[in-house]
């Protein structure tokens, strides 16, 4: 039986675990639906043999998840956040949110005073690939290569950077 365990800010949260048989199938898991254990399975343990890829591929999967959930969790509380707009998917790779800019800004989307925030993630990753802002008369695209606080803050303080730059 094989554990991993996954951890956010230096705070554990839940393990999840994997039962291989001798002939390295798999018996028994707990692991969410979204990460492609029979790919991982396939690549590292089937065709190229390497069971220690194997294992950091799959933590790298749930380490980044839980890391995705906690940042939004942490996110819902920032006071300019309309909590009722925040939406997620089941693996966190989709997250979309609106925030109370308190300035002149309507994306139409939202109303005034709003700037609405749409952010993919790779599922091997704990920050934003893809982020989407709207505001009035503009939309504006930014990238992780463009845009430094989301490469390296986690996401509720990348949103005040991103509020205090609007």
């Given amino acids: 039986m094989l554990t991993f365990n996954t951890a956010f800010q230096n705070k554990y949260y839940e393990p999840y675990y994997l039962e291989l048989s001798s002939e390295l199938r798999v018996c028994h898991h707990t692991l969410p639906p979204f990460v492609p ?19 950091f ?36 790779d989709f997250v979309r949110f ?16 709003m700037a609405e925030v749409i952010m993919t993630y790779d599922l091997k990753s704990i920050f934003p690939t893809t982020v989407k802002v709207r505001g009035r008369e503009h939309s504006l695209k930014v990238s992780t290569d463009d845009c430094e606080y989301f490469k390296k803050m986690i996401l509720p303080r990348a949103v005040d950077s991103m509020l205090t730059h609007m």
């Fill in 37 to 55: 254990l029979q790919v991982l399975l396939e690549r590292y343990l089937y065709r190229e043999k390497n069971v220690q890829q194997f294992l």
């Fill in 57 to 92: 591929e799959l933590s790298n999967y749930l380490c980044s998840y839980v890391s995705r959930r906690e940042q939004v969790n942490a996110l819902q509380d920032n006071v300019k956040l309309v909590k009722e707009s925040l939406q997620t998917s089941q693996s966190f």
């Fill in 98 to 113: 609106h925030l109370d800019c308190g300035t002149e800004l309507d994306c139409g989307c939202c109303g005034k005073d």
